[in-house]
Nanobody
Framework: QVQLVESGGGLVQPGGSLRLSCAASGRNFRINAMGWYRQAPGKQRELVAAFTSSSRTDYADSVKGRFTISRDNAKNTVYLQMSSLKPEDTAVYYC???????????????WGQGTQVTVSS
């Protein structure tokens, strides 16, 4: 089982910035895709930004130009740099990892515990 540990959420004023981190740990796994989702109260979980299985980056239209996803392959860590934050960015942000498990020869998915991001003055 691969574990995900997220950090970096908090309270920020509109126009401010935050950086989220998500580190994956475990034995013998190969990352297939990794990224960030968010869920605001009363809404469905939605993709924010992700590295796809073909190493392309996908962004939600609402965050393009403001958020940047990056990664450190040596550390199995993905980051989300969020700038020009808006109140509508307030949500719990979840890290997601799709990985290949050589033990079972299956693709599996793992979610982080979530980190709260609140944008408010």
């Amino acid at each position: 089982q691969v574990q995900l540990v997220e950090s970096g959420g908090g309270l920020v004023q509109p126009g401010g910035s935050l950086r989220l981190s998500c580190a994956a740990s475990g034995r013998n796994f190969r990352i297939n895709a990794m990224g960030w989702y968010r869920q605001a109260p009363g809404k469905q979980r939605e993709l924010v930004a992700a590295f796809t299985s073909s190493s392309r980056t996908d962004y939600a239209d609402s965050v393009k130009g403001r958020f940047t996803i990056s990664r450190d392959n040596a550390k199995n860590t993905v980051y989300l740099q969020m700038s020009s934050l808006k109140p509508e960015d307030t949500a719990v942000y979840y890290c997601n990892l799709d990985y290949f498990d050589p033990g079972s020869l299956r693709l599996r998915s793992s979610w982080g515990q979530g980190t709260q991001v609140t944008v408010s003055s």
